[in-house]
Nanobody
Framework: VQLVESGGGLVQPGGSLRLTCAAS????????ITWLRQGPGKEREAVSY????????DYADSVKGRFTVSRDNARNAVYLQMNSLKPEDTAVYYC????????????????????WGQGTQVTVSS
């Protein structure tokens, strides 16, 4: 069972990146995937999630209108499209999976996840 993030890098303010969270060893249908980030000197925060069973999503206020989370059924993956990036978006971005069976609960608050990826660095700088 593995989650692997990719797509991070260096981008100028106002630019875009798309992160990928690819799952192997399990299918995402019964899970929610959350994207979290931890910037330098900051606490880790959840920025978005998607519930794969019904497609529901949520976003932190800091990224609402700029970030979009989506899934790719064929690749068993989840994407985070990040537009209008700001220097304060600089962080290591992680994806984490939470089972939604039998009675799952997901939020952007602190919860326990079943699986984590290793993280990918996003740096927004001119």
């Amino acid at each position: 069972v593995q989650l692997v993030e990719s797509g991070g890098g260096l981008v100028q303010p106002g630019g875009s990146l798309r992160l990928t969270c690819a799952a192997s060893g399990f299918t995402l249908d019964d899970y929610a995937i959350t994207w979290l980030r931890q910037g330098p000197g900051k606490e880790r925060e959840a920025v978005s999630y998607i519930v794969l069973g019904d497609g529901s999503t949520d976003y932190a206020d800091s990224v609402k209108g700029r970030f979009t989370v989506s899934r790719d059924n064929a690749r068993n993956a989840v994407y985070l499209q990040m537009n209008s990036l700001k220097p304060e978006d600089t962080a290591v971005y992680y994806c984490a999976a939470k089972s939604m069976r039998p009675f799952g609960f997901i939020s952007l608050g602190p919860i326990q996840y079943d699986y984590w990826g290793q993280g990918t660095q996003v740096t927004v700088s001119s």
